[in-house]
């Protein structure tokens, strides 16, 4: 369930069934892995799902949907990773390393930039070591005056209690918060975040993320850049509750030279069940 908790709205309805994962997964080690269903998209899953402030705030604005959730290092260091109905096939893991290659239903970008009829693709190698991971993925779809054609490279390494995460993205059409947003400009996302595990229940961690345009369109929406440096604690009050603090600042520029700053603090907690 997706609740919205701040509307200005005494009347409207406070929540709605979100689904983002409805999929059926067939196959085994030997001939890999068949997925048909909606499932997020393979292209920056690595860099959000493993981004510290998930679980918290990140840039604390307000995101697409109104009074639910802010965006983390969304439109502040990669693009969201999406929703999409898939079929996607995995092979399976030779000396640790994996290939997922996917069809995904194409989306549209804007009401004027249709996605077409054709199936968008996504494709991803992922190579697993000891407590360390890399990747590189790639995700194109055409819309109706351009192509969106991104790439992304990244890695993570865990050393004891320290943690690091680096991941790039860049391409034509990808996108400030998803795909094809922009219009036909290519933009570039950068993120990296460091953690630290104080204590078994306590991580400390810092990640800062950029994403950058590289001209400006009459169709785009002006932004130039979005910048995000979060830091923040996060303590397993018990196995199912995590207790959560984090400052943030947040920098946004467009390219008429104006400038916008955002400091932000949070606490809060989050379930899991």
Known sequence: MGVAVATNSAIAQNSAVDVRNAHVSIGNKDIGTFKFGRDYGMFGAHAILNDMTLLGVGAATQATQNGRVSLGHIGAGYTYLGTYGQMVYTTPTLGGLSVDFGLMNPVDATATEKSGTSAAVQARATYTGQGFKAWVANKSQKFTAYNMNASEVGASVGVGPFGLLANVQSGNGIGILADGDQGDVKGVNTFVQATYKATNKLKLGVGVGKSKNDKNL?????????????????????????LVGEAGNTTSKSFGGAEAKQTSYSVGGIFFF
Not at 225 to 240: C, E, K, M
């Open 218 to 242: 009459l169709t785009a929406t002006n932004v130039q850049s979005n910048q995000n440096t979060s830091a923040g604690a996060y303590y397993n009050l018990t196995p199912s509750f995590t």
